[in-house]
């Protein structure tokens, strides 16, 4: 078998973030997500999901079966797989100037989305595996540095996801809190469907919200300054169209994202079906590698 694209994931940087790392996604703490080779074509049935804030209300992205879905595309893209919940365990230094990137979103020790996440696992469920790693992660952030993590962080980290549900519950609330909670409830204040709040997902797992040109935020305005949200009364098509020309826009900005198939080959295939319910029986590619959900 072909071995799968390894998509080299950008995570949120601070600023103090190594000067060789893109910027992709800026913390916010507003606001508040990896690379195992998996099966290139999978079918998946979707089961329940974590609960979200009283904010989100069903019949979108947040419906359980849609999240599912949700989660499996978001994993072709990042881990040449559908099988996300395996994802969990995962963790390695892919050599992009922010450290380690572990776990279901790519949460990283250069960029401190692993530190907030091993404290919640901690506040949680004190002297916990990683625990003893915080004073190491609190050094690291904003560097590359291994420093007080080699040589047990990731087996400890493989041996936390492994036994201990708290910490794969942690991970699905850090995901929610920083990254999926945000996009529904604003695909939902814009006036789009389930298709639209995936794109603003996926957008922001990538891109992270900050302020830096190619944040989630930023594409989005961009995609404003030629067309109308359905909330503002324009066609959601229409719009969905233009925030995917601002996505690709912001992907090519950084080498490592040049290759524009997850939207390409996958988003603007449903779109042009008019599938913004994004129903199955779904088909897309993501690198050339097709995948198939039922």
């Known amino acids: 078998m072909e071995t799968p694209h390894i998509d080299p994931r950008t995570t949120r940087t601070t600023d103090t973030a190594p000067a ?18 998996g099966p290139l074509l999978a079918t998946q049935s979707a089961s329940a999901a974590t609960p979200f804030s009283s904010f989100i209300t069903a019949g979108g992205l947040d419906d ?14 990042e881990n040449s797989s559908l099988e996300w919940k395996k994802q969990y365990r995962y963790c390695e230094d892919i050599d992009d100037g922010r450290g380690y990137t572990a776990g279901i979103i790519g949460f990283c020790s250069g960029t401190g989305d692993m530190l907030d996440l ?4 901690t506040r949680r469920k004190p002297g916990n595996v990683l625990a003893k790693y915080l004073p190491a992660l609190r050094r690291v952030d904003g560097t590359d540095s291994h420093e007080g993590l080699d040589p047990t962080f990731v087996r400890d980290w493989e041996r936390a996801a492994d036994t201990d549900a708290e910490f794969r519950k942690a991970q699905n609330d850090e995901r929610d809190r920083v990254y999926f ?15 639209g709040q995936f794109c603003y997902y996926d957008a922001i797992v990538m891109h992270g919200d900050g302020g830096d040109s190619t944040s989630f935020r930023n594409i989005r305005k961009r995609a404003l300054r030629s067309a109308k949200t359905p909330a503002q009364g324009g066609d959601e098509v229409t719009y969905l169209n233009a925030f995917l020309d601002a996505r690709v826009w912001a992907m090519k900005q950084e080498a490592a994202h040049e290759d524009t198939s997850r939207v390409d080959t996958a988003q603007r295939v449903f779109l042009k079906k008019r599938n913004l319910n994004l129903d199955p029986p779904l088909d897309w590619k993501v690198y050339g590698d097709p995948y198939h959900i039922g």
């Not at 091993?118 to 696992?121: C, K, P, S, W």
């Open 118 to 121: 091993v404290e919640l696992y």
């Open 20 to 37: 060789t790392a893109p910027s992709r996604r800026t913390l916010l703490a507003v606001i508040g997500a990896a690379a195992v080779a």
């Open 64 to 77: 359980p079966a849609k999240k599912e879905i949700a989660m499996q595309i978001v994993c072709s893209a």
């Open 181 to 195: 909670n945000p996009s529904v409830k604003q695909g939902k204040a814009d006036g789009v469907g389930t298709l």
